[in-house]
Every structure is written in structure tokens, then in C-alpha cells.
Nanobody
Framework: QVQLVESGGGLVQAGGSLRLSCAAS????????MGWFRQSPGKQREFVGV????????YYADSVKGRFTISRDNAKNTVYLQMNNLKPEDTAVYYC????????????????????WGQGTQVTVSS
């Protein structure tokens, strides 16, 4: 069982930055690919980005590419989502999730293939 706890959300003006953190309670953190997803009211949960076990592979949704960066510190059991140049359409609850199999691979961009989820953290971007 893996518990994930996100932090770092808040209210920011358009063009601003936030860094989200996701702390995992597992001794085998380095064996999970870690994804970030988000969900806005009335919309389905959408893929934001993913980072491989080693951190050498990352992939992002087109909507955030060039603005968001995922990184991880396996020694601290933590994954990060650095969000720059935020836009009002980035407003959502952001979730981190852990996937048993590494990425790239099958299901890396699909929430159905992630086994463990955090509770989410709200990000609100004002115009």
C-alpha cells in the first residue's frame, strides 16, 4: 500500500508559478512511475505528465508542455510539479498517482492504470 500526500496548491495570478509536491509513504518509491493528473468541475480527470522510475523520462500533455516540469527525488520519496506561466484554464484539483510499471509503456497516460492516488490539492489561477 502506498499513501500519497500532495501539497503546494493555492491561489495565484495568471502568469505566476507554483510548485506542487507529492510525498509517498513507501520504501519502494523508486519502483513507481509517478503521474500528475488534474480535474476541473464538470470535466473528466485529465493527464498532465509522468516521470519514470529513474527520472530520466518525462512526458507532458500538450496543454502544459513547455510550462510544467516534473521531477523526483527518490531519496526523499517525493515527486514535484513545477508550474510556470499559469493560465486560468490550469485551475483544477491536481492529483499525483503511482503506477507499478515503468514509463514509457502501456497506460502511462491513462489514469485507469495508476494504482495509488493522493487526495488532491486545489490550484486556482485568477485572470
Amino acid at each position: 500500500q502506498v499513501q500519497l500526500v500532495e501539497s503546494g496548491g493555492g491561489l495565484v495570478q495568471a502568469g505566476g508559478s507554483l510548485r506542487l509536491s507529492c510525498a509517498a509513504s513507501t520504501r519502494t518509491f523508486s519502483s513507481y512511475a509517478m503521474g500528475w493528473f488534474r480535474q476541473s468541475p464538470g470535466k473528466q480527470r485529465e493527464f498532465v505528465g509522468v516521470i519514470a522510475w529513474s527520472g530520466r523520462y518525462t512526458y507532458y500533455a500538450d496543454s502544459v508542455k513547455g510550462r510544467f516540469t516534473i521531477s523526483r527525488d527518490n531519496a526523499k520519496n517525493t515527486v514535484y510539479l513545477q508550474m510556470n506561466n499559469l493560465k486560468p484554464e490550469d485551475t483544477a484539483v491536481y492529483y499525483c498517482a503511482a503506477k507499478n510499471d515503468d514509463c514509457p509503456g502501456y497506460g502511462c497516460y491513462d489514469s485507469a492504470f495508476y494504482s495509488y492516488w493522493g487526495q488532491g490539492t486545489q490550484v486556482t489561477v485568477s485572470s
